[in-house]
């Protein structure tokens, strides 16, 4: 049986500049991989090449036995003014990725500012239908009560914490077989972090796999299983759950001292 | 802080020059009157095109009421000579003037506007021109534009005569003048915040730019010419009609503009006399030409939107690496004995990696390794001072880097960073049969030298850097690192100037004598892109390892620099060598430079010595 | 001062022109906000769309009828429509200067096809026959029988594509590729095809509206140049925020257009819309009708 989510020697970013290199990473069913790293190093990239927004430079991404990306590897671009846009083929379908059931939830997304919640949520089961998946919009408006309330407001006069619920919602609605969360719990309020941190405790017993990206440790620690540190553009450290340090020594073997 | 030398510094002057002398001895060698009229409407195309080049690539203002500016010199040249008797040169002044008033009028609806609301809104403002120039007929005869003209003369000569050639005189002095303005204004302040405000407009006002001021000056900058340019037509063609308003004309304007390349002031000039003939090619195919015209338009916008100017800049990329690449080769077969003489005797030997061909001196021997690595735009033979004086105390390897000395060009992408070249280092040492070894990285060598430390797959019995600050965030360490003001900045360009080469290789070694003569002999043989390149891999490089394992006081580690040392800010070594941890010596050669085992050997070779022999 | 006859007559004449208008814009406005680019080639798809309903329908084409030729002129123009997407503004979908490089396509992409017409059909002005004949009149409000026809298949087709944008699931998933790209991407939907199938939309309503300029006008290859432009001061007059709003700017320029031709005269009148649209750009950029929504 192989691994839910196996990544080998991914490497990627926005041309021509080179983010990442040679990420490997395996998740297992049921498991849930933290991300944590300082800011500008790469982890949202990473995240948008796993769910098919940018194609990958070189690598794989196999999910439940099936290679999401197309062979193949980019190569030395000879010309930097083609448009090879035009002349290249794209590796990766964010479309497909969706519908196999690899959920990214983006960073400090707005959705769509003039749709309803109601018109949104009716269009977020797309890739489950798609993929075959049951969704269940029931018990993802019972994780999200207040999302009921504003059934009928646009997205855009949602607070930033509503519009992360509504964001999380669409993804759980979309019947994820991986969850990825990147930071949800990013510029809220402390009241409203706990709140949706408990959603992702909720999400979390309810059996789906996640690859949660944050930087808050201490919330790290109590969900994942194993934490990769992500900085440079690789994985330099995976830490399991009970060798998680707190956050300053983290970020001091990070970078250590710099020259004052 | 940019590297921006005066024009007659840049490799651009004898190029500029040629180009202005092959176009003024032209008239004798082209007689015939509809070539040289060809010729003066791209040289006026020319001046439209790169005018508008000015608000719209290097401003970022997509004023689309361009074509309005030249009809309104157009007309102004047309009304003030016809109605008002006024000189026709006069009126060309005229026509740059109410040009720049038009300009000012369109900068402020386009104020609070940006990007389609500023096309909308300047298309608007030109049909509202046209409207106002049509219905007026009494002054401007509506559709059929006012005819007849004065043209220009001086005394009594008509420029019309002896096949234009008056014209053809005005028209490229006309270029010469709106370039060397244009030329001007976008390396001034003015030029500097237009672009800051295109590329990150916040952040441009936040550090004190005005908005408002820097687009009314953009545009009107961008009117002065484009009004004078139209002036000058209505004197050439003696007629002045409402089609300059149309799209046709705002159409030739910016496929000109766009098949030169936007933000480039040269492409557009360039693509004008390309455009003016090729279009002229086809003008007897009716309809059709336009339908060509079209598709070869949208052709290079699709497959190469860069367009001419970038493709310039391309083959001048490879003519460079095939030039640099060639020399490599010929040194490679011809200079081999010298080179082995110059290191003391040390045999010259070649692997192969996939970084390409690498060329390595070992001087051989049972004694413990010492890794030389040179840097940026250097070679191995830099060390041959030491090859002198230490080789009985150590073997003695040194190699060219990837795309230096008389190692091969390589992949510019995947090689020409400090990690790849870390791996280059690996390699030559595995072919060398060497599994520990001291290690000195000089300048980009030290980061080589630190990356190789840091990858853990060599030991390292001692590890010295000359002229490299160890950083642990890039970018921001480096502004902290070294001394912006030096010549240093030239190690990130690709293309030299003989004065550039010279400057770099005088700070980076010795100003030119016997004995570094073949230092300035051999910098022009770096590939260009070697030094380019490096930018895009900075983000990979995973700096504070680097920084880690020096604090971790792995192995035995000095920063040898030389105290006049131009690049480097001392004071940051300093603060660094004194905070009370940190485990490591800092040496100063006194009077040393950039270079400090080249310019003072002696110091420099007892400071090793003593370093690596105390390990 | 007019008399009540002649004010039904004008605000008569300036409701169809509306009519007509929103019919124009809409399309405009559809690209705009979904693909963020400006679509010079707009005129150039209302001529095509009309010479191709003329070719089919007209008795000395190939004389099927004028209904035939509508149909054909709106499939035929969603077929173009997506072609001109994926040779024009697809290749620059990932690049930051898109705005710039789809105006040069798109103003290339409308030479090429008004040559075409005039390489196929030659520069001699046509034009569409009527359906129908005979005028309609209630009280004092007089239409020809062919504007009515005109403001009825324009009210069915605006109110089908308003209930396909608001309640289909296809249409509302064009609404959020419109709104915000990368969370449609994420969200599974099929973004290449939502963009071909919104722009090819875009052209057969152009294509409609070409049908029924062609039947109340002269048509001549250059016939896209005032279309293109009126559509432009529709759209920037109500702004884009929701989709009604240029169908709402389009009665206000049919009406103004229609007083200002009677108080002012023909040739003034672009220039009072010209004055109306700048100010209205300077003043409220985002329209009259509309939040500011996409600053490209």
Redesign the interface.
């Known amino acids: 049986m192989t691994a839910l989510l196996d990544v080998i020697g991914l490497s990627g970013g926005y041309e021509p500049v080179q983010i990442f290199k040679d990420v490997t990473l395996s998740v297992e069913r049921g498991a849930c991989v933290g991300f944590f790293g300082p800011n500008g190093h790469g982890k949202t990239t990473l995240m948008k090449t796993l769910s098919g927004i940018i194609d990958p430079w070189a690598g794989r991404i196999v999910f439940e036995g099936e290679d999401l990306a197309a062979e193949g590897e980019r190569k030395t671009r000879r010309s930097r003014n083609l448009n090879y846009d035009v002349l290249v083929r794209r590796r990766m379908d964010p479309k497909r990725v969706a519908r196999a059931g690899l959920i990214h939830v983006a960073q400090g997304s707005t959705l769509f500012p003039d749709m309803t919640v109601a018109e949104i949520l009716s269009i977020a089961p797309a890739p489950a239908l798609a993929g075959g998946r049951e969704s269940d919009e029931g018990s993802v408006l019972q994780l999200f009560p207040r999302l009921k309330e504003r059934m009928h407001s646009k997205s855009r006069f949602l607070s930033g914490g509503e519009r992360q619920m509504l964001s999380m919602a669409c993804g759980l609605l979309a019947a994820p077989k991986l969850l990825i969360l990147d930071e949800p719990t990013l510029g809220l309020s402390p009241k409203l972090r706990l709140e949706l941190a408990g959603a992702v405790h909720t999400i979390r017993e309810s059996g789906v796999p996640i690859i949660l990206v944050d930087q808050d440790v201490e919330f790290l620690r109590d969900l994942v299983g194993t934490l990769n540190v992500f900085d440079h553009g690789s994985i330099s450290r995976r830490l399991s759950q009970s060798d998680i340090p707190d956050h300053e020594t983290l970020m001091a073997e990070l970078f250590g001292r710099r020259v004052q | 802080m940019r590297y921006d030398p005066p024009f007659h510094r840049t490799n651009g002057l004898w190029p500029t020059l040629i180009l202005i002398a092959l176009a003024a001895v032209a008239p004798f060698v082209i007689s015939d009157s509809y070539t040289r009229h060809l010729l003066i409407l791209a040289f006026m195309y020319a001046i439209v095109a790169s005018s508008w080049d000015f608000s719209?690539g290097f401003g970022g203002l997509?004023n689309f009421a361009h074509g309005a500016l030249f009809a309104v010199g157009l007309y102004t040249y047309a009304l003030t000579t016809k109605f008002l008797a006024v000189s026709p040169w006069l009126a060309l002044v005229l026509a740059g003037a109410a040009a720049i008033i038009l300009a000012v009028a369109i900068a402020?609806?386009v104020l609070?506007?940006?990007?389609?609301?500023v096309?909308?809104?300047t298309?608007?403002?030109s049909?509202?021109l046209y409207?106002?120039t049509?219905?007026q007929s009494d002054f401007t005869g509506g559709t059929s534009g006012v005819v007849s003209l004065p043209g220009l003369k001086i005394g009594k000569y008509p420029f019309i005569r002896d096949g234009k050639i008056g014209y053809y005189y005005t028209a490229l002095a006309l270029l010469v003048i709106s370039t060397a303005f244009l030329y001007a204004i976008t390396r001034s302040r003015l030029g500097r915040a237009a672009v800051a405000l295109r590329d990150n407009k916040f952040f441009a006002i936040a550090r004190g730019v005005s908005e408002a001021r820097t687009r009314v000056l953009t545009l009107a900058a961008s009117a002065l010419f484009t009004g004078i340019a139209g002036g000058f037509y209505g004197s050439y063609v003696r007629v002045a009609s409402p089609d300059v308003y149309g799209?046709g004309f705002?159409?030739t304007i910016?496929?000109i503009l766009?098949v030169g390349g936007?933000a480039t002031l040269w492409g557009p000039i360039a693509a004008a006399f390309l455009i003016t003939f090729l279009s002229e090619l086809l003008v007897d195919l009716g309809?059709?030409r336009?339908?060509i015209?079209?598709?070869i338009?949208?052709l290079v916008?699709?497959?190469?939107?860069?367009g001419l100017w970038?493709?310039i800049q391309?083959l001048r990329e490879k003519v460079d690496g095939v030039r640099t690449g060639v020399t490599a080769t010929y040194r490679r077969k011809r200079g081999k004995t010298a080179r082995e003489a110059m290191m003391s005797g040390a045999k010259e030997s070649y692997i192969r990696t996939l970084h390409g061909l690498t060329a390595i001196s070992d001087s051989g021997g049972n004694l413990p390794a010492l890794l030389l690595i040179h840097g940026n735009s250097a070679c191995k033979e830099a060390f041959y001072k030491q090859y002198a004086a230490l080789k009985d105390r150590f073997r003695l390897i040194a190699f060219d880097l990837p795309g230096h000395g008389v190692s091969s060009n390589a992949?510019?992408?995947?090689t020409y960073n400090a990690v790849a070249y870390a791996e280059v280092a690996e390699s030559v040492l595995a072919d060398r049969g060497v599994s520990q070894a001291y290690v000195f990285g000089w300048s980009l060598g030290g980061y080589v030298a630190l990356e190789l430390a840091a990858r853990e797959n060599v030991k390292i019995l001692g590890l010295a850097i000359a002229g490299t600050s160890p950083l642990?965030?890039v970018p921001d360490?480096f502004a902290?690192g070294y001394d912006a003001s030096s010549h240093l900045i030239l190690s990130g360009k690709q293309f030299f100037t003989a004065q550039e080469s010279y400057d770099y290789a005088s700070s980076a070694t010795a100003p030119k004598s016997a004995e570094s003569a073949f230092m300035h002999r051999n910098l022009p043989r770096t590939d260009g892109r070697a030094r380019a390149y490096m930018m895009?891999?900075l983000?990979?490089?995973?700096?504070?390892?680097q920084?880690?394992r020096l604090?971790e006081n792995a192995f035995p580690f000095a920063i040898v620099n030389g105290d006049n040392d131009p690049f480097l800010n001392h004071d940051?070594i300093r603060?660094?060598s004194s905070?009370e941890d940190w485990p490591h010596v800092l040496i100063e050669i006194e009077d040393g430079k950039h270079a400090p085992f080249f310019n003072k050997p002696d110091e420099f070779n007892k400071a090793i010595v003593s370093l690596f022999a105390g390990a | 001062m007019m008399d009540a006859s002649t004010f039904v007559s004008v605000l008569t004449g300036g409701l169809v022109l509306g009519v007509l208008y929103s019919l124009m814009a809409f399309g405009l406005a559809l690209v705009w906000t979904t693909l963020g680019i400006f679509n010079f080639a707009h005129g150039a798809f209302i001529v095509m769309g009309a010479y191709i309903a003329w070719q089919v329908g007209n008795p000395d084409g190939f004389g099927l009828g004028f209904w035939a030729g509508a149909i054909v002129a709106v499939l035929g123009m969603f077929v173009l429509g997506v072609v001109f997407q994926f040779l024009l503004i697809k290749p620059f979908e990932r690049k930051p200067n898109i705005v710039l490089l789809t105006v040069i396509t798109t103003l290339a992409g409308a030479t090429i096809l008004v040559n075409v017409i005039n390489v196929i059909w030659g520069p001699r002005s046509k034009q569409i026959s009527l359906p129908v004949s005979g005028d309609i009149a209630f009280g004092l409000f007089r239409i020809s029988a062919n504007e009515a026809v005109m403001v009825v298949v324009v009210a069915a087709a605006l109110a089908g594509l308003g209930w396909f944008l608001l309640r289909s699931p296809l249409g509302r998933s064009m609404r959020a590729v419109a709104q915000n790209r990368e969370a449609a991407q994420l969200m599974g939907l099929n973004v290449p095809l939502l963009y071909a199938a919104t722009f090819g939309l875009a052209a057969s309503l152009a294509g409609l509206a070409g049908v029924f300029i062609g039947s109340i006008r002269f048509m001549t290859p250059n016939l896209g140049d005032d279309p293109l432009q009126k559509a432009l001061v529709v759209v920037i007059l109500g702004g884009v925020a929701r989709f009604t709003s240029p169908i709402y700017a389009a009665f206000l320029v049919g009406l103004i257009e229609a007083f200002a031709t009677y108080y002012v005269g023909l040739y003034w009148t672009p220039a009072v819309l010209f004055i109306l649209m700048i100010a209205v750009l300077v003043a409220k950029p985002e329209g009259l009708f509309g939040r500011r929504q996409r600053s490209v």
């Not at chain 2, 983000?539 to 390892?545: Q, T, Y």
């Open positions: 719209l997509f402020l609806p609070r506007l940006d990007g389609i609301y096309i909308l809104v298309i608007a403002v049909q509202l409207q106002i049509v219905s799209t705002l159409t910016l496929s766009l936007a309809p059709w336009e339908i015209m079209g598709l338009i949208i916008v699709v497959f190469y939107p860069g970038a493709f391309e992949d510019p992408e995947t642990t965030v360490d902290d895009t891999k983000a990979i490089v995973n700096w504070p390892r920084m880690r604090w940051y603060r660094l905070a």
